[in-house]
C-alpha cells in the first residue's frame, strides 16, 4: 500500500513539473521613426540611437520586459498603435487634446517647444513669426506645428513635407522663407547638416512630450508611469537628457553625425532595401497576374453574376488609391482578428491591385482577337478549351504584353508606398541614410539608377517576347 502510495505522489510531482509552463519574459513593443535625429536615428554603425531609443531601453529595464522597436513612417505611427500593431510610441509625441481623445498619454518625460528658423541671408528682415504674413513656412507633415500654425497664423502660407531633410533642400532652392520645428531638433539638424540658418524670435509655445497607449491598456500605462517616476527619482532621465542634449558635452548624435556613414554599410543598407523591394514587387506581379487572367477572361463574358461581382470589385480598386488600401489592410485586418506582417500585407495589396489593372489588359487582349479565330478553331473540331489556349490566347497575350509589363513596372514603383507600414523598402532605407549624410540628391540619384537597371532589362525582354511570339504568326 505504501509503494503504491509513493508511486501515486510521484505521479503527481512528474503531472505538476510538465504541466506548469515555463515564465515567459514579457515584450514591450514601441514604435518611433528612426528619422527624427536626435531622438531616434540609425548611427554610423547602422543600428537604432537617440534620446528616445535610450528612453525605450530604460523603461523595458525597469518593467523587466524584453523591448521591441518598430520604425515606421510618422503619417501612419497613430493608427499602427489602434490597431494593436505595438504597445506604446515613444517617439517625441506631443500631449494634445485631440490626440488624448482617442489614447492615453503617460506623465510627460521631456518638454520642449516651437521655434522659427529662417535663412541666414533673411537675418533682419524676418524677426518672427510676425515677419512671416503671406510667406511659405515648412513644417513635416502630421506634427503639432502644422495645426498651430494653421489655427493661429492663417496668414502664414503652410508647406507640408515628410521629413526635415526635405525642408533644408527648399530654404536652400528659396521656395520657403522659414521653417517651424521643435528648438532642440533644428538646432541639432542645422548643426550636423551645416546650413546657413538661424533662430528668428523666441519660442512660440512649449509642449510636453509623453508615451502614448491605447485607451483599455491602462495596466500597461501604470507601469510606464511607474517607471517614468522612478527614472526621474534616480536620475536615469536627466543622464539620458544630459547625454543627447547636455551644455558642457558634445553629444552622441553629434559625434555621430559628424562621422560620415562607411561606404560598406550605405551598400549594405540599399542593397538589402532593394532585395526586400524586389521581392515585394516580384511576388506581387506574379501573384496579381495569376489572379488577373481568369477575372480578365470573366469579364470579356456575358454580363451575369460572376461579371457583376468581379467588375464591381476590380472596378472599387481602380478607384481607389492603393496608398488606402493598404491602410485597411494592414490596419484593419487585426480588428477582424486577422493578424498580418507588413510583408504579407504589402504582397496582398499589392498583388489585388496589380490584378485589377492586368484583368483589364487581359480583357483588351481577349476583345483585340477576331470573332472569326474562334469560329475557325470551332470548325476544326477544337473544344472550347483548345481554342482558347491555343488560338484565342497566344494572340491575345501578345496585344497584352506590352501594357502588362507597364503595369509591372508600374507596380515596382508603388512598392515605395509600403514604407508607411513599416516594411523597410529601398526608400526607407534611403530616408534612413539622408536622415544622417543630409545629401539626398546623390542617394536619390543612386536608388533611381538600381531601380532603372531592374525595369530596363524586363522591358527589353517583354520586347524580345512579342517579336518572337510575331515571328510565329500570333498576329491580330
Excluded at 530604460?58 to 505611427?77: F, M, R, S
Excluded at 509625441?93 to 541671408?121: D, H, W
Excluded at 477575372?295 to 457583376?308: A, D, F, K, N, Q
Excluded at 504579407?344 to 484583368?359: D, E, K, P, V
Aim: charged share 15%; aromatic share 10%; proline share 4%.
Amino acid at each position: 500500500m505504501l509503494k503504491k502510495l509513493h508511486l501515486f505522489l510521484l505521479f503527481l510531482l512528474f503531472c505538476l513539473f510538465f504541466s506548469t509552463p515555463f515564465a515567459e519574459q514579457q515584450t514591450l513593443s514601441v514604435a518611433l521613426t528612426g528619422q527624427y535625429p536626435p531622438f531616434s536615428f540609425y548611427n554610423v554603425q547602422g543600428e537604432l540611437d537617440g534620446f528616445d531609443v535610450d528612453v525605450s531601453k530604460a523603461i523595458a529595464d525597469h518593467l523587466g520586459y524584453e523591448l521591441e522597436i518598430i520604425t515606421t513612417e510618422w503619417d501612419g505611427i497613430l493608427a499602427g498603435l489602434l490597431a494593436n500593431r505595438y504597445d506604446a510610441i515613444i517617439g517625441s509625441m506631443a500631449i494634445t487634446a485631440q490626440r488624448a481623445e482617442r489614447v492615453s498619454f503617460s506623465t510627460p518625460y521631456y518638454t520642449s517647444g516651437a521655434q522659427v528658423f529662417i535663412n541666414l541671408k533673411d537675418k533682419g528682415e524676418i524677426e518672427g513669426i510676425e515677419d512671416l504674413s503671406g510667406k511659405r513656412v515648412g513644417v513635416v507633415r502630421g506634427e503639432t506645428y502644422e495645426h498651430f500654425l494653421r489655427e493661429n497664423h492663417p496668414e502664414v502660407q503652410v508647406v507640408t513635407y515628410r521629413s526635415t531633410v526635405d525642408i533644408f533642400q527648399d530654404m536652400n532652392n528659396n521656395r520657403l522663407e522659414a521653417f517651424l520645428s521643435d528648438r532642440l531638433v533644428g538646432l541639432h539638424q542645422i548643426k550636423s547638416a551645416n546650413m546657413p540658418f538661424i533662430l528668428a524670435g523666441d519660442l512660440l509655445y512649449e509642449e510636453q512630450m509623453g508615451i502614448p497607449v491605447r485607451k483599455q491598456n491602462t495596466e500597461l500605462l501604470g507601469k510606464i508611469n511607474q517607471a517614468l517616476e522612478t527614472m526621474e527619482s534616480d536620475g536615469t532621465l536627466e543622464e539620458i537628457h544630459a547625454r543627447y542634449f547636455g551644455p558642457a558635452t558634445v553629444s552622441i548624435a553629434e559625434e555621430g553625425a559628424s562621422e560620415s556613414m562607411s561606404m560598406g554599410l550605405i551598400a549594405s543598407m540599399l542593397i538589402q532595401g532593394f532585395v526586400i523591394t524586389i521581392g515585394v514587387a516580384i511576388a506581387s506581379i506574379l501573384a496579381g497576374l495569376i489572379l488577373a487572367i481568369p477575372v480578365g477572361v470573366i469579364l470579356h463574358s456575358e454580363p451575369r453574376v460572376w461579371y457583376t461581382i468581379f467588375r464591381s470589385i476590380t472596378d472599387f480598386i481602380r478607384g481607389t488609391p492603393v496608398l488606402i488600401q493598404l491602410f485597411f489592410v494592414y490596419f484593419g485586418a487585426p480588428q477582424l482578428g486577422i493578424s498580418l506582417s507588413p510583408i504579407a500585407s504589402a504582397i496582398i495589396t499589392l498583388s489585388l491591385n496589380s490584378a485589377a489593372y492586368m484583368s483589364e489588359v487581359i480583357r483588351s487582349g481577349l476583345m483585340a482577337v477576331d470573332k472569326g479565330q474562334g469560329i475557325a478553331a470551332r470548325a476544326l473540331g477544337l473544344n472550347r478549351r483548345e481554342q482558347f489556349l491555343y488560338v484565342v490566347w497566344p494572340q491575345a497575350f501578345r496585344v497584352a504584353l506590352p501594357p502588362l509589363v507597364n503595369s509591372a513596372v508600374a507596380l515596382l514603383k508603388d512598392t515605395a508606398l509600403v514604407s508607411v507600414i513599416s516594411v523597410n523598402e529601398i526608400i526607407t532605407e534611403t530616408q534612413s541614410i539622408i536622415s544622417v549624410t543630409y545629401d539626398p540628391m546623390r542617394f536619390y540619384f543612386i536608388v533611381a539608377i538600381m531601380f532603372f537597371a531592374f525595369t530596363y532589362p524586363l522591358m527589353q525582354l517583354a520586347g524580345k517576347i512579342e517579336r518572337n511570339l510575331k515571328s510565329k504568326g500570333y498576329t491580330v
